[in-house]
């Protein structure tokens, strides 16, 4: 049974940093992709970044490469995003993601509407 929980959301202004934080348990990365996507009011949700391949390959959306870092610590029970240079389409609720299973060789992150679990999300605002 996945239980998945986000943390880390809040306010800040353009061109601020925040890291948001995913604890989650009965996950297995060797079998499983785990990401992060958003959804803004009103749009679609968007894929953002993920982790997959067993834990050697991620991807990102265009749109925060270069500024949005995904990591999971050592012990697999963390993922992170690090989310810098913050812009104010970036606003949006966060929701951490788990796709079981996502049998290697895959090449992109799974549909961010095709996640079978995601926690209950975390508001990102970008206000000045």
């Known amino acids: 049974q996945l239980q998945i929980v986000e943390s880390g959301g809040g306010s800040v202004q353009p061109g601020g940093s925040l890291r948001l934080s995913c604890a989650v348990s009965g996950f297995h990365l060797d079998r499983d992709a785990i990401g992060w996507f958003r959804q803004a009011s009103g749009k679609a949700r968007e894929g953002v970044a993920c982790i997959f391949n067993g834990g050697k390959s991620t991807k990102y959306a265009d749109s925060v490469k270069g500024r949005f870092t995904i990591s999971i610590d050592t012990t697999k029970t963390t993922m992170y995003l690090q989310m810098n240079d913050l812009k104010f389409e970036d606003a949006a609720i966060y929701y951490c993601?788990?796709?079981?299973?996502?049998?290697?060789?895959?090449?992109?992150?799974?549909?961010?509407?095709?996640?079978?679990?995601r926690g209950q999300g975390t508001q990102v605002t970008v206000d000045s």
């Open positions: 993601a788990v796709q079981s299973p996502y049998p290697a060789p895959q090449s992109v992150c799974p549909d961010p509407y095709d996640y079978e679990d």
